[in-house]
């Protein structure tokens, strides 16, 4: 069984940064597409940014393209998302996600594991 650990949320001013960390374990990481998603209160949980097995392809959401920063370490079974220049409508529970499969996806449903989540605030 896949196990995700999303650590490094917190509390942020507008402007500032983060890095959010998703450990994994109990599966073969360095063969997976790995996904963060982000859900606001409110609001359905939504895509953020896709990497490759490989970390070659990536594909961000419109909203922080240019923003964020997707990256993976396949010898820390570990898969980053820098966050930069945060507004407060990035305020959300961020979660990441797993694909056996490649195909850089986008839609829930394509995942196949999903962590418990961190929560990124960001105050104006």
């Known amino acids: 069984q896949v196990q995700l650990v999303e650590s490094g949320g917190g509390l942020v001013q507008a402007g500032g940064s983060l890095r959010l960390s998703c450990a994994a374990s109990?599966?073969?990481?360095?063969?997976?597409?790995m996904g963060w998603f982000r859900q606001a209160p409110g609001k359905e949980r939504e895509f953020v940014a896709v990497?490759?097995?490989?970390?070659?392809?990536?594909r961000y959401a419109d909203s922080v393209k240019g923003r964020f920063t997707i990256s993976r370490d396949n010898a820390k079974n570990t898969v980053y998302l820098q966050m930069n220049s945060l507004k407060p409508e990035d305020t959300a529970v961020y979660t990441c996600?797993?694909?056996?499969?490649?195909?850089?996806?986008?839609?829930?449903?394509?995942?196949?594991?999903w962590g418990q989540g961190t929560q990124v605030t960001v105050s104006s």
């Open positions: 109990g599966g073969t990481f360095r063969t997976y597409t």
């Open positions: 996600a797993a694909r056996v499969n490649s195909g850089l996806a986008v839609e829930n449903r394509e995942y196949h594991y």
């Open positions: 990497i490759d097995w490989s970390g070659h392809s990536i």
